[in-house]
């Protein structure tokens, strides 16, 4: 007898572990949030969007996209989008053009 496990041709443990990677949930099911808040130097009024779960370089994407559709300047902050000034009109459309269901939070 030879030492050592006997597999087929499908490994269950391998198979597991895939199907963990894959699974990114789809634009329109992300919970998107649009919120005014007062950020920065002598609290001016910023744009910010949660919930995206994008990569840094996917978000950097649609930074750009997003600033040249509001006309305005903006950052990425962590897991976060900021836009300077009211942006929440504009963005809206922005977002639902790229596939995404943002919603507003807050006043």
Do not use: Y
């Not at 919930?51 to 950052?75: D, H, P």
């Amino acid at each position: 007898m030879s030492k050592g496990g006997w597999s087929e041709f499908n490994d269950p443990l391998k198979t597991i572990g895939s199907n963990t990677q894959n699974s990114v949930t789809p634009k329109g099911k992300r919970q998107v949030r649009l919120e005014r808040t007062r950020s920065g130097k002598k609290g001016k009024l910023v744009t910010v969007i949660k919930g995206l779960e994008l990569e840094q370089v996917e978000a950097k994407k649609i930074l750009k996209n997003l600033k040249i559709a509001c006309g305005t300047g903006g950052a990425v902050k962590g897991d976060f989008l900021e836009l300077q000034g009211d942006q929440i009109s504009k963005a809206q459309n922005f977002l639902l053009k790229e596939g995404f269901r943002p919603k507003q939070s807050g006043g």
